[in-house]
Antibody, heavy 115, light 109 residues
Framework: QVQLVQSGAEVKKPGASVKVSCKASGYTFTSYGISWVRQAPGQGLEWMGWISAYNGNTNYAQKLQGRVTMTTDTSTSTAYMELRSLRSDDTAVYYC????????WGQGTLVTVSS | SYELTQPPSVSVSPGQTARITCSGD??????AYWYQQKSGQAPVLVIY???KRPSGIPERFSGSSSGTMATLTISGAQVEDEADYYC????????????FGGGTKLTVL
């Protein structure tokens, strides 16, 4: 069965970076892209960007350009999302989800940014 | 930037039909997708490509799209359908960037 398993919760100080992982299983990793979606406490879903697991092409949300980098490691079927220069409003649950239907989701990773 | 607009809340009694709308300028050219999210859980796909239902999703969930509006319809809503619902699509500018609607809280009581 298809599974996306994410890394554990993180607490970071403002200005730091965080890197969240998403390990895929149960399907051919390179046949689907991965999108990242975040949800601030009590707020809605926000699309952060997409990476092709086939060739590494990326497409980021305009508001995160320059602060976010998405990568994949096909040898371990793992996708990564790194967010830099963290601010308090980056506090959120971060999800990975399989393109293009978003039919499978990771369990979410809570990232807390606090001094 | 591109936006999708949903009503903040919809309320129905059990057994009634709930309709949740999603408006966006690119919807005539781009598919709409719908996700259900219950408290503390990851979202679940309930409708894709405007009107297709994934396996395992009850038949009472249906979708349609006309012009700049997509609609999620829950026919005979059940108490267990109470959740937040989000529409999703992409812009038509060539950037193919994704966007979610603001979400609609469905109350069934």
């Amino acid at each position: 069965q298809v599974q996306l398993v994410q890394s554990g919760a993180e607490v970071k100080k403002p200005g730091a970076s965080v890197k969240v992982s998403c390990k895929a299983s149960g399907y051919t990793f390179t046949s689907y892209g991965i999108s990242w979606v975040r949800q601030a406490p009590g707020q809605g879903l926000e699309w952060m960007g997409w990476i092709s697991a086939y060739n590494g092409n990326t497409n980021y949300a305009q508001k995160l350009q320059g602060r976010v980098t998405m990568t994949t490691d096909t040898s371990t079927s793992t996708a990564y999302m790194e967010l830099r220069s963290l601010r308090s409003d980056d506090t959120a649950v971060y999800y990975c989800t399989r393109e293009h239907l978003f039919d499978y989701w990771g369990q979410g990773t809570l990232v807390t940014v606090s001094s | 930037s591109y936006e999708l607009t949903q009503p903040p809340s919809v309320s129905v009694s059990p057994g009634q039909t709930a309709r949740i709308t999603c408006s966006g300028d690119a919807l005539p050219k781009k598919y709409a997708y719908w996700y259900q999210q219950k408290s503390g859980q990851a979202p679940v796909l309930v409708i894709y490509e405007d009107s297709k239902r994934p396996s395992g999703i009850p038949e009472r969930f249906s979708g349609s799209s006309s012009g700049t509006m997509a609609t999620l319809t829950i026919s005979g809503a059940q108490v267990e359908d109470e959740a937040d619902y989000y529409c999703y699509s992409t812009d038509s500018s060539g950037n193919h960037r994704g966007v979610f609607g603001g979400g609609t809280k469905l109350t069934v009581l």
